[in-house]
C-alpha cells in the first residue's frame, strides 16, 4: 500500500525558510519521479517542483526558482523541499505526489498523493 506523509509545515514570518518531508512506504522510492504541488486558499492545484528518479535531475516553477530546493534521500525512502526567503503568496497545502505530474494542470486523480502540510506565511 502505497503511503505519502508529508510534515515541516507551520507558520512563518515572511523572509522565513522551512523544510518540508515526505515520508514514502509501499513502492519502489527510487524507481519514480516525485514531486510537490501546492493549493492557496480559494486558488487550484500549482504544480511546485520535480525530481527525476533517472539522475535526480530537479525542475521548479517560476515561482519558486533560486528560493525552493527539492531532493531526496532514497536510503530513508524521503522527499524533501527546503523553501527559503518565503513570502506570503507560498500560504498553501503542499502535497508530496507519487508519479508524473502535469506542470500545467496537476490532478488529484493522476498519481498518488499525500494528506498535506499547511504552510502559512504571515507577519
Known amino acids: 500500500q502505497v503511503q505519502l506523509v508529508e510534515s515541516g509545515g507551520g507558520l512563518v514570518r515572511p523572509g522565513g525558510s522551512l523544510r518540508l518531508s515526505c515520508a514514502t512506504s509501499g513502492f519502489a522510492f527510487y524507481a519514480y519521479p516525485m514531486n510537490w504541488v501546492r493549493q492557496a486558499p480559494g486558488k487550484g492545484l500549482e504544480w511546485v517542483s520535480a525530481?527525476?528518479?533517472?539522475?535526480?535531475?530537479?525542475s521548479y516553477a517560476d515561482s519558486v526558482k533560486g528560493r525552493f530546493t527539492i531532493s531526496r534521500d532514497t536510503a530513508r525512502n524521503t522527499l524533501y523541499l527546503q523553501m527559503n526567503n518565503l513570502n506570503t503568496e507560498d500560504t498553501a497545502v503542499y502535497y508530496c505526489v507519487k508519479g508524473p505530474v502535469s506542470k500545467l494542470e496537476p490532478d488529484r486523480d493522476v498519481g498518488s498523493w499525500g494528506q498535506g502540510t499547511q504552510v502559512t506565511v504571515s507577519s
Open positions: 525530481i527525476r528518479w533517472t539522475d535526480g535531475g530537479t
